[in-house]
């Protein structure tokens, strides 16, 4: 009985194993599929610039394709989330949303194309060209956000940057890997300042982006400030006004993905950002369109947080890497020093520069204001003599600054303070030192010796009975 019992089980156990290994087979399958399986998910809302999206499961910085009502895909980014609602803001505009449609998660992370073959060219934030030149080679990709270095790994700003400027050479010594702000209002000549640095600064390479400015800027800054004696060595990110929110923010991360490529590669980049305000306006129409609360003039605090995630990318490399010398333009509304962008930019920088409206309007390029101006990596790159003239001419322009209303009226009698009368015979020299034209390169060297030149003893001439 028991031999019959055990030879009736056996097709069910046979049966049983037949039904795991198909099983097993199909789960190996199932896992090696490529790609996996997408959930799909459905557009309930739009409000302005953001979209929310339900059904579907995506990381925050993760992609989504939208489809419209012609059946194209529009790109967006996960930027948030609430619940099971996804918000997502796109990278171009979204005309042909409709209510219900599909939303897609694409997987991968945003990465960009680098590589030699950037030189010359001109890009889109998604690091498209637009310049009419072929499509660029796939050769080396690497993330549009990537990690940032060990400050300990970090080399020391050691050496000074000549950027063919004799104000900022001599009195406001840059360091090669420095990150500087130009803080200045509109028409006070930052253009200007910005395309002297562009055409006389030592780099190997010039990385440009234009982030939130007028369009028409652009091919001006190609022609008339690079040209194609800087051209060759430049690469620009231009994404204007009309971009939408997101694709301003892109380009600020993508001119300094491209930047720090060729700083691994050991060379010295030139960084030039304008401007780090439309960055900081960016980021707030995000911040706002997905419900985040103003606090500081409008401005909500994960403003604050992306500044000095963008900055810290710039400087120097570790030990055998290059380095990124970084200029960032920041716009001061109504001249105010006190904007909420300029003090943020002012305490993550390692110096700024201040243009005065003042200087400009008296005819004096660049408008340089050398008291409100500081380079906080000048004792690191001067030597002591050098210092020493800094701290002179200080002195005598502060003098003459302090006393500017007395001597304009006539009301100040000569003889009575023998500083005022020594910064009274200094001024002109003082102005025709700061004044530099716009074709005109001084380099660092003949910089100091004019500097040495210029506060050499006055001869005071005696006072008059």
Request: hydrophobic share 40%.
């Amino acid at each position: 009985m028991r031999e019959q019992s055990a030879t009736a089980n056996e097709p069910a156990v046979d049966r049983n194993s037949l039904r795991a290994a198909a099983l097993s087979r199909y789960v190996d399958r199932a896992q090696s599929l490529s790609p996996k399986l997408v959930v799909e998910g459905r557009l309930r809302r739009t409000v302005g610039m953001a979209m929310e999206a339900e059904g579907c499961f995506a990381a925050v910085g993760g992609r989504c394709d939208v489809q419209a009502a012609d059946g194209r895909m529009i790109e967006t980014e996960v930027v948030g989330f609430a619940g099971e609602r996804l918000f997502l803001m796109p990278h171009g505009e979204m005309r042909g949303i409709v209510p219900n449609a599909r939303v897609v998660p694409v997987a991968g992370v945003h990465e960009v194309d680098v590589g030699e073959s950037l030189l010359g060219r001109v890009l889109d934030g998604r690091g498209r060209p637009i310049d009419g030149g072929k499509a660029l080679p796939r050769d080396e990709r690497v993330p549009l956000i990537g990690s940032p270095i060990n400050p300990l790994q970090r080399q020391p700003i050691r050496e000074p940057l000549d950027v063919g400027l004799r104000s900022l050479n001599s009195l406001l010594t840059i360091g090669r890997g420095q990150r500087l702000g130009l803080f200045s209002g509109s028409g006070v000549g930052k253009s200007m300042l910005l395309s002297m640095m562009t055409r006389n600064t030592k780099a190997d390479v010039v990385v440009v982006g234009l982030i939130g400015e007028r369009g028409r800027e652009v091919k001006e800054f190609i022609d008339l400030t690079l040209g194609e004696k800087t051209m060759h060595k430049a690469v620009v990110v231009a994404t204007p006004a009309d971009d939408t929110p997101l694709m301003r923010m892109h380009g600020a991360w993508l001119s300094s993905a491209i930047a720090e490529h060729f700083r691994d590669q050991g060379k010295n980049v030139l960084l030039l950002m304008d401007s780090l305000t439309r960055f900081a306006q960016a980021q707030r129409e995000v911040a706002l369109a997905i419900g985040e609360p103003p606090a500081t003039k409008g401005y909500p605090p994960s403003v604050f947080a992306k500044l000095p995630q963008l900055v810290e990318r710039a400087g120097n490399g570790a030990d055998g890497k290059g380095s990124i010398t970084a200029i960032y333009t920041v716009l001061a509304e109504g001249d105010d020093q006190n904007d909420p962008i300029v003090d943020a930019a002012r305490a993550i920088l390692d110096g700024h520069i201040v243009l005065s409206r003042k200087l400009a309007e008296a005819g004096l390029y660049p408008a340089v204001d050398v008291e409100a101006s500081v380079s906080r990596a000048l004792s690191n790159v001067t030597s002591g003599e050098q210092q020493a003239l800094i701290t002179r001419f200080r002195q005598v322009y502060s003098v003459y600054q302090e006393h500017r209303d007395l001597i304009s009226v006539g009301a100040y009698q000569h003889g009575t303070d023998p500083r005022v009368d020594e910064a009274i015979v200094m001024w002109p020299k003082i102005l025709e030192f700061l004044r530099q034209g716009q074709g005109e390169a001084v380099s660092f060297a003949a910089s100091l010796v004019e500097l040495r030149e210029l506060l050499t003893p006055a001869q005071v001439p005696e006072a008059t009975h």
